[in-house]
């Protein structure tokens, strides 16, 4: 079945619904979302969404926060767009009913992350991301124009003459349908369960990212995958967040002696950005042989529990007591700064497709995101987009002169047998193994050349099935993400490697762009 609405929004997270929201007084928008419509990481979120309103805050200093997070790779016209506009967003939020945490006088009070100069992440509880998700909600409800689809797969991108023209979806009963759109946006989310630790939820596979791939769109900064350094590590419970958000409360990471370590690693120690976090949990590991723990035992003048109830009831579903345990963690996968490569106003290099939020890849978040700027970027892109996507389609604008390079175009390869274990979980498991948090040479070898094998017989397979598309997704995330970790051949922000351990901005201090190469038409 064909349906045809003006616009086409692919995922319902805080990118998709801003966008739809700003679509709605354009024409008819069609929303689909993979499952239930407030599934996905927005409503996942915990810590916060960094905003420069505080009046011992200023854009320019989240600016300044942001870019050496990014470690010497974010564009600062994104994110000039992101900390400039995000006050007047999250103030639509707030006028929209938003009830994020407030002080004694009634105004938001916001609190401390990793890398932020100033308290400036506002929160609702340690459940920032289900407040946000439920007034976007409820302002879509209201809109007659905005139409929701739920369970609705998007397997395909549908093009006519180089032009994205909408998309192709399989329902729960895996029949085929086609919504085609004057403009259609990817915000599809990222792709953490490429990996087999992720904080994560199930529907992040890197659909939109795979799709975009496969019909021709450019896609940048792979190689920049972000560990978050603080999830619960307690055999048989899930791999949960603790929000970055405890630490800037004070909690403090402690070794297996039960000594305070990270000042030894970071003069901001704690709140060094989240690889650097990362890494120094993964080496005092090794040094020490025993876990790591993070404690909120001294902090006697906070009331963790009720700072953090969601946090507090996943330790004690796991047996501990947030406010007195020293509770196990280590470092998993939550974020990818690479994507779908964008301008400010969310155009791809396909015209008729744009992307936002975490799919896309603006250059905002360089090689490492700043704390709790993903939801704001979702918030200030999905914006962007929603509000130039009733002009004609045309590609995107470039962006500075050298900071974009592409490379070599992926060739589409032979035919191939799949590689005999060729399934998710072995996909997974090998990411985790080979693309992780330290990458070795032999790694990246072995990971490059699995996952080329392994994307050739998923490309050259015939099988139309939802399993087919999903494995195909996550193959070919990890495939563009090998080739980019193996091509960059220095350490920064997301991406280190034992081989070339030092950051090189003569030979490295810009981004790449991979592409498929189009067979003749
Ligand atoms: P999402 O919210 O992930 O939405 C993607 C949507 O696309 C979903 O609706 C999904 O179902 C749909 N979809 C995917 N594939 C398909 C398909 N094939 N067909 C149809 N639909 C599809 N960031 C912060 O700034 N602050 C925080 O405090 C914070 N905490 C986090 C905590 C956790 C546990 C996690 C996982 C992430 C957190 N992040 C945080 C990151 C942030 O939540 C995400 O980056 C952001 O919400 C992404 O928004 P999005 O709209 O791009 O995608
Ligand atoms: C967290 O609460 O630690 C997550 C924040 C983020 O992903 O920015």
Same mark, same amino acid.
């Given at each position: 079945?064909?349906t045809?609405?003006?616009?086409?929004?692919?995922?319902?997270?805080i990118?998709?619904?801003?966008?739809?929201?700003?679509?709605?007084?354009?024409?008819?928008?069609?929303?689909?979302?993979?499952?239930?419509?407030?599934?996905?990481?927005?409503?996942?979120?915990?810590?916060?969404?960094?905003?420069?309103?505080?009046?011992?805050?200023?854009?320019?200093?989240?600016?300044?926060?942001?870019?050496?997070?990014?470690?010497?790779?974010?564009?600062?016209?994104a994110?000039?767009?992101?900390?400039?506009e995000?006050?007047?967003?999250?103030?639509?939020?707030?006028?929209?009913?938003?009830?994020?945490?407030?002080?004694?006088?009634?105004?938001?009070?916001?609190?401390?992350?990793?890398?932020?100069?100033?308290r400036?992440?506002?929160?609702?509880d340690?459940?920032?991301?289900?407040?946000?998700?439920?007034?976007?909600?409820?302002?879509?409800a209201?809109?007659?124009?905005?139409?929701?689809?739920?369970?609705?797969?998007?397997?395909?991108?549908?093009?006519?003459?180089g032009?994205?023209?909408?998309?192709?979806?399989?329902?729960?009963?895996?029949?085929?349908?086609?919504?085609r759109a004057?403009?259609?946006?990817?915000?599809?989310?990222?792709?953490?369960?490429?990996?087999?630790?992720?904080?994560?939820p199930?529907?992040?596979?890197?659909?939109?990212?795979?799709?975009?791939?496969?019909?021709?769109?450019?896609?940048?900064?792979?190689?920049?995958?972000?560990?978050?350094?603080?999830?619960?590590?307690?055999?048989?419970?899930?791999?949960?967040?603790?929000?970055?958000?405890?630490?800037?409360?004070?909690?403090?990471?402690?070794?297996?002696?039960?000594?305070?370590f990270?000042?030894?690693?970071?003069s901001?120690a704690?709140l060094?950005?989240?690889?650097?976090?990362?890494?120094?949990i993964?080496?005092?590991?090794?040094?020490?042989?025993?876990?790591?723990?993070?404690?909120?035992?001294?902090l006697?003048?906070l009331? =963790?529990?009720?700072?953090?109830?969601?946090?507090?009831?996943?330790?004690?579903?796991?047996?501990?007591?947030?406010a007195?345990?020293?509770?196990?963690?280590?470092?998993a996968?939550?974020?990818?700064m690479g994507?779908?490569?964008t301008?400010l106003?969310?155009?791809?290099?396909?015209?008729?497709?744009?992307?936002?939020g975490?799919?896309?890849c603006?250059?905002?978040?360089?090689?490492?995101?700043?704390?709790s700027?993903?939801?704001?970027?979702?918030?200030?892109?999905?914006a962007?987009?929603?509000?130039v996507?009733?002009?004609?389609?045309?590609v995107?604008?470039g962006?500075?002169?050298?900071?974009?390079?592409?490379c070599?175009?992926? =060739?589409?390869?032979?035919?191939?047998?799949?590689?005999?274990?060729?399934?998710?979980?072995?996909?997974?498991?090998?990411?985790?193994?080979?693309?992780?948090?330290?990458?070795?040479?032999?790694?990246?070898q072995?990971?490059?050349?699995?996952?080329?094998?392994?994307?050739?017989?998923? =490309?050259?397979?015939?099988?139309g099935?939802?399993?087919?598309?999903?494995?195909?997704?996550?193959?070919?995330?990890a495939y563009?993400?090998?080739?980019?970790?193996?091509?960059?051949?220095?350490?920064?922000?997301?991406?280190?490697?034992?081989?070339?351990?030092?950051?090189?901005?003569?030979?490295?201090?810009h981004?790449?762009?991979?592409?498929?190469?189009?067979?003749?038409?």
């Amino acid at each position: 079945m064909t349906t045809q609405p003006d616009f086409l929004v692919l995922g319902s997270g805080i990118a998709a619904l801003r966008a739809a929201l700003a679509l709605a007084s354009r024409g008819s928008v069609c929303v689909l979302t993979k499952g239930e419509p407030d599934q996905g990481s927005t409503g996942w979120a915990q810590g916060g969404i960094a905003v420069a309103m505080g009046d011992d805050d200023s854009p320019r200093l989240h600016l300044e926060d942001t870019l050496a997070a990014g470690d010497g790779l974010c564009e600062p016209d994104a994110v000039r767009a992101l900390v400039g506009e995000g006050p007047r967003y999250v103030s639509e939020l707030l006028a929209w009913g938003a009830r994020f945490d407030r002080d004694a006088q009634g105004r938001p009070a916001p609190t401390r992350e990793a890398a932020h100069s100033v308290r400036r992440v506002l929160h609702a509880d340690d459940a920032t991301g289900r407040e946000i998700s439920r007034v976007l909600h409820e302002q879509v409800a209201a809109l007659p124009a905005i139409t929701i689809i739920d369970h609705a797969i998007v397997t395909e991108l549908l093009c006519e003459g180089g032009v994205c023209v909408g998309a192709a979806y399989r329902d729960a009963q895996d029949r085929r349908h086609e919504v085609r759109a004057r403009a259609t946006l990817l915000a599809t989310g990222g792709a953490g369960q490429v990996f087999a630790q992720t904080t994560n939820p199930t529907v992040t596979t890197g659909d939109g990212m795979a799709m975009a791939f496969e019909v021709g769109a450019e896609v940048a900064d792979l190689e920049f995958v972000q560990f978050h350094p603080t999830v619960l590590d307690v055999p048989g419970r899930p791999r949960f967040l603790l929000s970055e958000a405890l630490r800037g409360e004070g909690a403090r990471l402690l070794n297996v002696a039960g000594e305070a370590f990270m000042g030894r690693y970071e003069s901001a120690a704690e709140l060094a950005p989240r690889d650097r976090v990362a890494r120094a949990i993964v080496r005092e590991r090794q040094r020490t042989g025993g876990p790591i723990s993070l404690s909120m035992a001294h902090l006697r003048d906070l009331d =963790v529990h009720a700072r953090f109830p969601q946090i507090s009831e996943a330790c004690r579903e796991a047996g501990l007591d947030l406010a007195r345990d020293p509770v196990p963690v280590s470092p998993a996968v939550h974020y990818v700064m690479g994507g779908v490569v964008t301008d400010l106003d969310g155009r791809t290099s396909l015209p008729g497709l744009y992307a936002a939020g975490e799919v896309a890849c603006t250059g905002v978040h360089g090689a490492n995101r700043l704390a709790s700027n993903s939801l704001l970027e979702g918030l200030v892109f999905g914006a962007r987009a929603g509000a130039v996507m009733g002009e004609p389609p045309r590609v995107r604008d470039g962006w500075g002169p050298g900071r974009l390079v592409a490379c070599a175009p992926a =060739v589409p390869g032979p035919a191939v047998e799949a590689p005999a274990d060729l399934d998710v979980a072995t996909v997974r498991l090998r990411a985790w193994r080979d693309l992780g948090l330290v990458r070795t040479p032999e790694g990246l070898q072995a990971a490059d050349a699995w996952f080329t094998q392994a994307r050739a017989a998923c =490309v050259a397979s015939t099988a139309g099935d939802l399993a087919s598309a999903q494995l195909r997704s996550l193959v070919t995330v990890a495939y563009l993400m090998s080739r980019a970790a193996l091509r960059r051949e220095e350490s920064r922000g997301g991406h280190y490697r034992t081989d070339f351990p030092e950051r090189h901005d003569d030979t490295w201090g810009h981004h790449c762009s991979d592409v498929l190469q189009r067979t003749a038409e």
